[in-house]
T-cell receptor, first 116, second 114 residues
Framework: AQTVTQSQPEMSVQEAETVTLSCTYDTSENNYYLFWYKQPPSRQMILVIRQEAYKQQNATENRFSVNFQKAAKSFSLKISDSQLGDTAMYFCAFMKKGVGNTPLVFGKGTRLSVIA | DAGVIQSPRHEVTEMGQEVTLRCKPISGHDYLFWYRQTMMRGLELLIYFNNNVPIDDSGMPEDRFSAKMPNASFSTLKIQPSEPRDSAVYFC????????????FGQGTRLTVV
């Protein structure tokens, strides 16, 4: 079974600064996907960024980027130029690559507060 | 597309009552997932379907929980009888087949059992 660990229950960052959220995972699989989801107070789960394990290049989406270290089983999220709208819970998630789609396995989340 | 639609958004019920949560997945998506979110346990998979067929229900906590998907555009999660420890946010998500893509989530149903 796969497990996902987010060791930082809460973090805060000043507006316009950079923050990094940590995520580690445990799996015996070689082919998989990793995701970061954002959950603002509205409760909606929003995909932030996705990484395919076989790709060595780190994924980026505008102000969001990841540091994917496959050997270390680490998948951190960096948010640059933090904005007040980035305040939310952030969940790291793992998905095994299979013949069909497989469920996401989530970490417990990190609550991020962006301070003006 | 309107996205994944869940109803109701909020439900308050008394212990012992039957509760039914509803989900309409995105049209054309072959996979449907039910998750439960609590402070203590985070987001946990309850059950998921492929082409309306349950694939894995090992996350369903007890026999009081049941889920159905009678057609490609509708699924229900039923709790009978409900208990206070069932209080949580229940999410439905769907994804298209064949691409190992991420799931698209509904806005969740916040269930409170008093």
């Amino acid at each position: 079974a796969q497990t996902v660990t987010q060791s930082q229950p809460e973090m805060s960052v000043q507006e316009a600064e950079t923050v990094t959220l940590s995520c580690t995972y445990d799996t015996s699989e070689n082919n998989y996907y990793l995701f970061w989801y954002k959950q603002p107070p509205s409760r909606q789960m929003i995909l932030v960024i996705r990484q395919e394990a076989y790709k060595q290049q780190n994924a980026t989406e505008n102000r969001f980027s990841v540091n994917f270290q496959k050997a270390a089983k680490s998948f951190s999220l960096k948010i640059s130029d933090s904005q007040l709208g980035d305040t939310a819970m952030y969940f790291c998630a793992f998905m095994k690559k299979g013949v069909g789609n497989t469920p996401l396995v989530f970490g417990k989340g990190t609550r991020l507060s962006v301070i003006a | 597309d309107a996205g994944v639609i869940q109803s109701p958004r909020h439900e308050v019920t008394e212990m012992g009552q039957e509760v039914t949560l509803r989900c309409k997945p995105i049209s054309g998506h072959d996979y449907l997932f039910w998750y439960r979110q609590t402070m203590m346990r985070g987001l946990e998979l309850l059950i998921y379907f492929n082409n309306n067929v349950p694939i894995d229900d090992s996350g369903m906590p007890e026999d009081r929980f049941s889920a159905k998907m009678p057609n490609a555009s509708f699924s229900t999660l039923k709790i009978q009888p409900s208990e206070p420890r069932d209080s949580a946010v229940y999410f439905c998500a769907s994804s298209p087949a064949g691409a190992n893509t991420e799931a698209f989530f509904g806005q969740g149903t916040r269930l409170t059992v008093v």
